[in-house]
């Protein structure tokens, strides 16, 4: 069993930055890939970026490639969102995710979800 709690998220303008950060308990972190998905009103839950369980790889959707980090720290249990030049089209509310197993993009993948942080980027 993994519980995740996210914290960071909040109200900035177009252009600023924000880190999201993941609390993991549970003593499988370690072993699995972590996500962060986003869902804004009315839309589905999408992805947003994916690490391994060592960090060494990382996925990112195209919205955000090139503005977001993935990180993890796994002696913290924590995984990390670094957003960058955030645009009001990344307005939506953020989960992390723990994996099954393997570095994913698709939700089904995703066994444990944390509540999600509220990130909303005015223009």
């Known amino acids: 069993q993994v519980q995740l709690e996210e914290s960071g998220g909040g109200l900035v303008q177009a252009g600023a930055s924000l880190r999201l950060s993941c609390v993991a308990s549970?003593?499988?972190?370690?072993?699995?890939?972590m996500g962060w998905f986003r869902q804004a009103p009315g839309l589905e839950r999408e992805f947003v970026a994916a690490?391994?369980?060592?960090?060494?790889?990382?996925h990112y959707a195209d919205s955000v490639k090139g503005r977001f980090i993935i990180s993890r720290d796994n002696a913290k249990n924590i995984l990390y969102l670094q957003m960058n030049r955030l645009n009001p089209e990344d307005t939506a509310v953020y989960y992390c995710?723990?994996?099954?197993?393997?570095?994913?993009?698709?939700?089904?993948?995703?066994?444990?979800w944390g509540p999600g942080t509220q990130v909303t980027v005015s223009s």
């Open positions: 995710a723990c994996s099954r197993g393997m570095i994913s993009h698709s939700r089904d993948q995703y066994a444990y």
């Open positions: 690490t391994s369980w060592s960090g060494s790889e990382s």
């Open positions: 549970g003593s499988t972190f370690s072993t699995r890939a």
